[in-house]
């Protein structure tokens, strides 16, 4: 029970139209019940209101959100500020009804305010997500034995679907059984998904596809399940195997992407352990030129980090809407607590700095995809620089900007519809582009 309503769905479902539709009804009532003091109720609830707008603006110019807020949060915070207030004198003026009536409006107007918030940012579907915590069901992985071994390259050629394969690919908690070996590092339970053709007696031997997502967040799989599910459902069911893990421990925590004596070994967790448990464990493409590693915001500077730096490892890399670098939001922080005050090992750890000191030649044939939202101007430059010198130290690199979108879900969703099938041809699940 407590699992299915962690793993609710928020964005999409009618839960914010009924948060809506309840407070709306409680104002009213509220209002009605005696309306008496009604101008005076309703010049408190507006003042309420205007009071968490210029709060949230002013918390926005401070850099509080890292970053600008979605188009429509502020508005969400204010109107559901402004309906809690008049709920709150329905609570302090009898008779009981009207103050039972006060608290659902209370209760209603702030889950709309949060609904709301939430929705403006459009990147956590569920409660399990915004909390951190893991509320899928627990993996079941396919058998190892009768894989079809093939050229990897000529896969979208060679792959034929059989009858009953599923229509879409599944997503699951990789726990108990199957929980991935986290070394000296407490990473929280990795998801996986599996797309339709790894759901088949006698799958193919697929890409690998290793991803993080952004902070606060958690190892959610849904955004990136959506988007390869979709390519799946254009080619035949193929799309890489997917694991999205935890490189955060929690999500008001940063280990900016280094192993250190603060926060455990999260590099050697997600260079080294998950790719031996996937070898081991996962019908996957042995060839790590098909690997790749990508992230959201903060995952994603933690994916141009490790492309960039392990390239052995991953043969390809995906940064949507990432940090320039690891830590850049609290340089003085991440420098203290991750090393040690050492800023020469933290100025060196930073993606373009890697990039630019590997011998030339180590990018040959690694391509590197950036993505942002054109109203970023937080992220958005930072990914600029970073395909400039990815590009001058030999990635091949590809880059999307999202028109109209900020560092929100809507540019995940376009950066990732972009970056899979432009992904497609070099990990041998699409022809190459024409």
């Not at 925590?253 to 192993?259: E, K, M």
Request: contains cysteine; aromatic residues 8%.
């Amino acid at each position: 029970m407590i699992r299915h309503i962690l793993a609710l769905e928020l964005i999409t479902s009618p839960l914010l139209a009924i948060a809506v539709a309840v407070a709306a009804v409680g104002v009213l009532l509220v209002i009605l019940w005696r309306p008496r003091r009604v101008i005076r109720t309703l010049v408190i609830a507006l003042a309420a209101g205007v009071a968490m707008y210029i709060a949230a603006a002013v918390l926005e110019a401070l850099g509080t959100f890292q970053g600008p807020l979605p188009a429509g949060a502020a508005w969400w915070a204010a109107g559901g500020i402004t309906a809690a207030a008049i709920g709150v004198v329905g609570v302090f003026r009898g008779p009981w009804g009207r103050r039972l009536v006060g608290v659902v409006t209370v209760v209603s107007a702030l889950a709309a305010a949060a609904l709301g918030v939430n929705t403006s940012y459009g990147v956590t579907h569920n409660l399990a997500a915004i909390l951190g915590i893991q509320a899928l069901d627990p993996a079941v992985l396919p058998a190892n034995g009768g894989v079809i071994e093939s050229d990897p390259a000529t896969l979208y050629q060679s792959w034929q679907p059989p009858a009953g394969m599923p229509t879409q690919g599944t997503v699951s908690a990789l726990n108990g059984g199957t929980h991935i070996p986290t070394g000296q590092y407490a990473a929280r339970d990795a998801s996986l998904y599996l797309p339709p053709a790894a759901l088949v007696p006698n799958p193919p031997a697929l890409p690998l596809l290793v991803f993080m997502m952004g902070q606060p967040g958690s190892p959610d799989p849904l955004p990136l399940a959506k988007a390869l599910d979709a390519f799946a459902a254009q080619n035949k069911g193929l799309a890489p195997i997917a694991i999205v893990v935890d490189q955060l421990t929690a999500p008001d925590l940063d280990p900016a992407c280094v192993d250190s004596a603060k926060f455990g070994a999260v590099s050697t967790y997600i260079n080294q352990l998950v790719p031996q448990w996937a070898e081991a464990n996962l019908n996957i493409v042995k060839d790590h030129r098909y690997w790749t590693i990508g992230g959201f915001s903060n995952g994603g500077s933690c994916a141009a980090l490790y492309g960039s730096k392990y390239p052995d490892t991953w043969g390809q890399m995906l940064d949507v809407m990432g940090n320039e670098f690891p830590g850049s939001e609290h340089v003085d922080q991440t420098v203290a607590d991750v090393y040690s005050g050492d800023a020469a090992a933290f100025q060196a750890n930073k993606p373009s700095v890697v990039m630019a000191a590997a011998p030339a030649g180590t990018y040959a044939g690694h391509t590197a995809v950036f993505t942002w939202g054109s109203l970023d101007s937080t992220y958005g430059p930072g990914q600029l620089a970073n395909s400039q010198a990815a590009q001058a130290a030999g990635f091949t690199v590809l880059t999307y900007i999202v028109e109209g979108a900020g560092h929100t879900g809507e540019a995940l969703d376009g950066s990732l519809a972009f970056a899979i099938p432009a992904l497609a041809p070099t990990l041998g699940l699409a022809p190459p582009a024409s």
